[in-house]
């Protein structure tokens, strides 16, 4: 399903749907608070770092779970990504080899990770862990697991798409938060905000109750080396969380946008839907463009007709990331 757009505006401007849906809420609230209880976290003998969200999809936390292992390898360390693997077929603890995967069976995220460094799934972390620090990995970094009770973190990085904030404010389904804001905000060591200065200024005026927290501010540039987009005819689609904020960085970049299609997020594409776009941008004489989630999930006999945007997680203040990464590691 894609991002619901009354999970996004402030409660005192919501349809009705957050107060139908409020009760629900409280039962995922309830299982929460009873999942921390019944739970003995396991304690990893390498340092685990958790990169995570409170809201659902859409914030980058797998660019931040990349860029992350990139800065750990220049520090001269062994970084692995251990991903729950969300969609993927195969249970684990499963190696990731890019070549040989595909998307159903290890997921898109997963599966995109993987192809710039090391990279586990495993339903069931401990198990993950270890097989991830049985292949020489001395550092793990816990993708999506900030929900996750059952490992001991060493360092929590939460990330949070500016833009989108907290959303409406309520938990899951009346909006989109994971768990209470308080909560997710106690177990963070550090807080990256994602986005352009705009949005990292509407943000900060509108929760100001975060300021004393450590925060990093970064944002999400596309890579543009091999190709240009701007004053060409382009037919673009994108199945993730928030595709408006594709659609916005291609006309960033001077794409003339002929059209736009939205399909569901982690989903596979169905063979007629992406002939028909071929067979559109042909006629057009458009290219066809789409992001690297989206293109991990696209048949490997289609691929060749398809343009795809690379993202990188550009961080204002790198030298402070790592230095707060040293007190753990």
Known sequence: MLFPYFWLKPKFKSSFFPYLLYP??????????LNK?????????VPIICVGNITVGGNGKTPTAIKLRSLLKELGYNPHILSRGYKASLKGPHFVNPTKDSFREVGDEALMMSMSGPTWISRNRRLGIKSAIASDADIIILDDGFQNNSIKKDFSILVIEASIGFGN???????PLRENIKSGLNKANLIITLGEKSAQTDFANANRFIEKLPKIKGRLVPETT???????????????????KFKTTLETLGANIIIFKK???????????????????????????????????????????????????????PNLLIEKLKTII
Do not use: C
């Not at 004489?285 to 398809?306: C, G, S, Y």
């Open 24 to 33: 629900i809420s409280l039962v995922w609230m309830a299982f929460s608070v």
């Open 37 to 45: 209880i019944i739970i003995l976290p396991y304690k990893s003998p």
């Open 169 to 175: 404010g309520y938990l899951i389904p009346a909006g």
């Open 226 to 244: 091999d190709y240009k987009l701007k004053d060409r005819s382009v037919i673009a689609f994108a199945g993730i969380a928030h595709p408006k």
């Open 263 to 317: 399909f569901t997020n982690h989903k596979a594409f169905k063979i007629n839907a992406l002939e028909n776009l071929i067979m559109i941008a042909e006629k057009k004489q458009a290219i066809l463009v789409t992001t690297e989630k989206d293109f991990v999930r696209i048949p490997k006999h289609l691929q060749h007709n398809f343009q795809v945007i690379k993202v990188n997680l550009e961080i204002q203040t």
